[in-house]
């Protein structure tokens, strides 16, 4: 299946049928307080929702990220909520970030490989593209093909998972690895702001009861993230 993006903001758009342009899916991020776990303060985080909008008005939501500045910190697909971003990336085993790629696995038996050019999701057993992200580009004799100028063609995503529910997840997984992408590369637009964390750093280094704010890139994120390259956001 071949969609497209309503906006540049792929966390706040509609997901298009390419050829029909019959909406698909809707993607909003909303605001939302919540009390830290890691210090004694209420803390603005972000909530990702996806929601099937095929139903002629039934919408569905089928998946949701709670985000902790970038790092997502609630993953919930269809009925299953996931503890860690770990749990959706088949526990991190085997990832590999260098400088010019990340590879990430997930669960599913597939292996997201992201450069500051491209994003692909792919079968680990037949090398078969399951997923891939294309900016500013257009269909021409059913190949993807970048746009010679910013802004004339669309954000392009492939999603050819065996059912909705892998298509879901796929979804979930991709939104993350985008962030983790554009961050890593230094590409923009970044989405978040960066302190909107556990404990956000203050301006004027004041303490919440009786504790030091520390500065969101200085927390320590667990392993997950410092192999994904998160604590760089």
């Given at each position: 299946m071949l969609l497209k993006f309503s906006t540049q903001d792929v966390l706040n758009s509609t997901l298009l049928h390419y050829r029909t342009?019959?909406?698909?899916?809707?993607?909003?991020?909303?605001?939302?307080?919540?009390?830290?776990?890691?210090?004694?303060?209420?803390?603005?985080?972000?909530?990702?929702t996806i929601i099937d909008i095929r139903g002629g008005g039934r919408e569905r939501q089928l998946a949701e990220i709670e985000w902790s500045g970038r790092i997502p910190s609630k993953i919930r697909i269809g009925d299953e909520v996931l503890?860690?971003?770990?749990?959706?990336?088949?526990?991190?085993?085997?990832?590999?970030?260098?400088p010019k790629i990340i590879s990430v696995p997930t669960r599913l038996n597939n292996s997201w490989k992201a450069t500051a050019g491209s994003l692909t999701l792919e079968d680990c057993?037949?090398?078969?593209?399951?997923?891939?992200?294309?900016q500013n580009s257009f269909l021409l004799n059913d190949r993807v093909i970048r746009a010679?100028?910013?802004?004339?063609?669309?954000?392009?995503?492939?999603?050819?998972?065996?059912?909705?529910?892998?298509?879901?997840?796929?979804?979930?997984?991709?939104?993350?690895?985008?962030?983790?992408?554009?961050?890593?590369f230094n590409l923009a637009p970044h989405t978040f702001d960066k302190y909107l964390g556990p404990c956000p750093q203050a301006e004027d280094d004041t303490e919440i009861a009786g504790k030091p704010r520390p500065n969101t890139l200085g927390v320590d994120l667990g392993e997950v993230a410092r192999r994904l390259g998160l604590k760089s956001l």
């Open positions: 342009a019959a909406p698909i899916y809707a993607v909003s991020t909303t605001k939302f307080f919540s009390r830290s776990a890691t210090c004694s303060a209420v803390v603005l985080r972000r909530r990702t503890k860690d971003v770990d749990e959706l990336l088949g526990g991190c085993k085997s990832i590999n970030v260098d057993n037949t090398g078969t593209l399951t997923s891939a992200f294309y010679p100028f910013a802004g004339l063609g669309s954000d392009i995503l492939v999603l050819d998972g065996k059912d909705t529910a892998m298509n879901v997840e796929i979804l979930a997984s991709f939104f993350i690895m985008e962030i983790i992408r554009r961050n890593h």
